[in-house]
């Protein structure tokens, strides 16, 4: 894991926190802040492996016995595979500017040109001004601080985890969202273009008791472009009530 609680405390809730494609722990780092007094966090670690099932896996062996899990982006497909394999140990599902579509022809053909270029010498540097502008919100781009923490992200991650993160192959979650009984949140951000505000109330239709929190002036990096309103969606389906199945 990339950072981990030492021991479940009395009166918290075990949170794993799953990131996405080319994050760390940085991207959970005002959710691990604010979240302190009432969850024990862990980030968990998606780099080390190239598909779902081995990365689920991975997680799953570093996790406490039970948690709320929370998967952001690519965290989110992962989250799926969790509950294909151990719905068990799941006690909430949160499921934040994510899908639960396969990928498209068209998706794939463009994840393996990215796959291609990157294995060119010289040619990865992280998110470069046209990744940028669709991973944040148009009226963030000037935004240096945030700006440079997304860069800082990616390229300390490396070409070599993009490429392993982007062989995953994303499959179709529906119908193990839709056996999902327990406390549900969709968070998305309105202006998300990476995956859009549909899929996200796609996937709250097909979990009846979740609930959906649209974040406005926020693209795909809610985390980090609209940290206050996370936390506070990510407490509000943390409350005790809630976890009650």
């Known amino acids: 894991m990339e950072t981990a609680a030492t021991g479940n405390t009395p009166g918290k809730t075990p ?52 948690f709320a899990l929370a998967g952001f982006s690519l965290g989110g497909y992962i989250a799926q595979e969790i509950l294909r394999i151990a719905p ?55 935004d240096a601080e945030l700006v440079d923490t997304v860069r800082g992200m990616t390229a300390r991650l490396g070409a070599e985890v993009f490429l392993r993160q982007s062989r995953i192959e994303r499959v179709d979650g529906s119908e193990v969202l839709r056996q999902w009984r327990g406390p549900a949140l969709v968070v998305c951000g309105q202006n ?20 959906l929190v649209v974040i406005p002036q926020c693209g795909h990096l809610a985390p980090l472009e609209k940290p206050a309103e996370v936390s506070a969606a990510l407490r509000e389906w943390l409350r005790p009530e809630r976890g009650q199945r």
């Open 15 to 66: 949170l794993l926190l799953l990131p996405g494609l080319l994050n760390d722990a940085t991207l959970w780092r005002t959710q691990l802040e604010d979240l302190a007094d009432i969850a024990d966090c862990q980030v968990g670690d998606l780099t080390r492996h190239d598909s779902l099932r081995a990365t689920a896996e991975s997680v799953l062996s570093h996790a406490p016995q039970t």
């Open 88 to 142: 068990q140990r799941v006690t909430h599902l949160a499921l934040l500017d994510t899908s639960f579509k396969p990928d498209s022809p068209e998706r794939a053909t463009q994840r393996l040109a990215q796959q291609k270029s990157v294995r060119m010498p010289g040619t990865f540097h992280g998110f470069g001004d046209k990744l940028m502008r669709s991973y944040i919100d148009a009226s963030r781009l000037d």
């Open 192 to 211: 998300d273009a990476i995956t859009p505000l549909a899929v996200s109330e796609q996937m709250a239709a097909l979990m009846p008791q979740s609930t």
